[in-house]
Nanobody
Framework: QVQLVESGGGLVQPGGSLRLSCAAS????????MGWYRQAPGKQRDLVAA???????NYADSVKGRFTISRDKSRNAVYLQMNSLEPEDTAVYYC?????????????WGQGTQVTVSS
């Protein structure tokens, strides 16, 4: 099992930057695919960016070129660097860890961190 704790959210002006961090505890962190999701009020939770255990990444179209996901296996951490932030990026951001074992997928979530982009 994996426990996840996000940090780094806050209030930022349009065009600004934030770096979210997700600290993971538990076994076998390096074997998990990690992702950042976000959920705005009244909307579903959507994938923002993901990184596999091998380091391959994918991004939602809305954040390509602005956000970068990375992981540090030695620190059991995953990061989301967010640049050129827009008001539409305002949401609660959640860290996710996912692993599939024998066709069963296990998902773990952090508590979320609020990101507000406003002038």
């Amino acid at each position: 099992q994996v426990q996840l704790v996000e940090s780094g959210g806050g209030l930022v002006q349009p065009g600004g930057s934030l770096r979210l961090s997700c600290a993971a505890s538990g076994n076998s962190f390096g074997t998990y695919a990690m992702g950042w999701y976000r959920q705005a009020p009244g909307k579903q939770r959507d994938l923002v960016a993901a990184i596999t255990s091998g380091g391959s990444t994918n991004y939602a179209d809305s954040v390509k070129g602005r956000f970068t996901i990375s992981r540090d296996k030695s620190r059991n951490a995953v990061y989301l660097q967010m640049n050129s932030l827009e008001p539409e990026d305002t949401a609660v951001y959640y860290c996710n860890a996912r692993r599939t074992i024998m066709a069963v997928t296990y998902d773990y979530w952090g508590q979320g961190t609020q990101v507000t982009v406003s002038s």
